[in-house]
């Protein structure tokens, strides 16, 4: 636990984002119809995913190999999803909200870390941004789901929002760990009113027409 | 050779098993008519990817660039590949076998280099089944194959039994080179054994019906 | 700017790598309808996706973590190409013609900096050419776009003329800004010729016909 000593603010925020993406991925593995390692090999790749880039980007130790607490959290969470998802599978709400959690966890996780180690506000905000939705990308991208970075609705705002209220907070007034709090509860919020109420950001969205492009010779 | 001289075993199976991945990724190429720079380019993709993953999360130096010798066994094999793969490519079972070649040796050596560098047997076998699984989730992602990881059939069981094998019989009583080529044997012939009876492990699948969810606004 | 300082070469066509992927970045982000932020992720992604992946494999600390220049070329390129894009979002050809500068100064920037630090030839230009499609191929896969790789037209081919050319050039007659530029020329145009003339190399290639895989069961 030497490493959860000397960042208890990480470990509890990474334990819990895993164990919250982990349940997603299990839930996505779920609906893929897939056995209980495909439930762990999921859980594990969503759990960790976001965090494991994040690591290697500030080139500090991977916080799952240094302590291996949060493959665990994940392995037992997709045992547990692989009893209790057939019962709730098709309410892919559920899927919204426990992502909704992990990203608020990776967010804050990912910006603490980032400023802990040098680097500037933006690159500490950006990294919790681009760790947090990392998981939930790979997870689409391996599930054959649509990226949730597709959908029109508010989500990096959450986490944009959430990152930039822990950099003001622990720099001005608060001490990390209620600095922490906040930016959780601020992505979290954000993120959980969009979901409830379907909140999405103006865009120039128009409908694709046929794109003019000589070199597209699709053969699937 | 310096780094094949301090791990022989980790150089012949990380070799063995970039030859083997490399010739899946030839194969997918095939299927997708790409030219030979396509073959090289999915050759060393699908040949290097996992170890490099384990690599970078073990924090060490990443193998092909230490020894270049990987990199150009998997371009040698794409280009063999690509006068090859015509008369071949049709049997798709071909990607299955040397998969599950390419599938035993990274299991190995994922565990193997796991356990050198002071990770635990329980994150060792964890880096084995995920590193052993990248390569081809890669290739099938980058190609527009469906996931290796979606199929029901057994494939992540192997690779979990072999890289215990590995630990276990390492700790207990082989020396590590017995040890590998059993924890070799174990993931090869489980995996074999699933391509040829169709083995699956039972999951809660039900037909995936239209999900309810509201913020699912397709534009593809 | 102490990077920078270090490697202006290095710095100066990271940063224009940066804006040309971001361009195209946010140029898919626009024929997907996204927000504003949605725009900022990929062209993040897209931006220093591949010099992410160099460095990563290197083992040097990340270049935008280092200097986040780069980060706020991408986070400016994204939000005027929010403004911009819709007028020009049907003209396709435009992402191909970013993608080609920036394959262009990726791939001078990973030939270059893989030779900085010590890898050979062969690894150097390796280390071009994937990095150079990397960045591509994240926002292809994660846009829902067909990955560049898979078009037939001539690219990875750019890519390896390029660097091999910094590689010859640098070593034998001239200093490494001349023989950069060199490579980037002949990047550039390489494959710009292929975009115009839809250049595209031999390949075995056989229409797919069904495949008999007893073992694909898609639940999609």
Request: with cysteine; net charge neutral.
């Amino acid at each position: 636990m030497e490493f959860a000593g000397k960042f208890p603010l990480l470990f509890g925020a990474d334990m819990l984002a895993a164990v919250a993406f982990a349940v997603t991925g299990a839930l996505v593995a779920s609906r893929k119809g897939l056995d209980i390692l495909g439930f762990m090999w999921l859980a594990i790749l969503t759990g960790v995913g976001g965090g494991t880039l994040r690591d290697l980007v500030l080139d500090v130790p991977v916080f799952w190999v240094v302590e291996p607490a949060h493959v665990v959290a994940c392995l037992l969470t997709a045992v547990v999803m692989f009893y209790v998802a057939p019962k709730v599978e098709s309410r892919y709400r559920l899927v919204l909200w426990f992502d909704a959690l992990g990203l608020a966890f990776v967010t804050v996780a990912g910006t603490v870390k980032g400023l802990d180690h040098g680097a500037g506000p933006l690159i500490a905000v950006v990294m919790g941004v681009v760790t947090a939705s990392f998981g939930g990308i790979v997870r689409d991208v391996v599930g054959n789901e649509q990226s949730v970075i597709l959908r029109r609705e508010i989500y990096v705002l959450a986490a944009l929002l959430g990152g930039s209220t822990y950099v003001i907070l622990s720099t001005l007034v608060l001490d990390r760990i209620e600095a922490a709090v906040c930016a959780f509860v601020v992505t979290f919020v954000v993120r959980g009113l969009a979901i409830v109420f379907g909140w999405s950001m103006p865009s120039y969205y128009r409908e694709p027409r046929p794109i003019d492009d000589p070199t597209r010779r699709d053969r699937k």
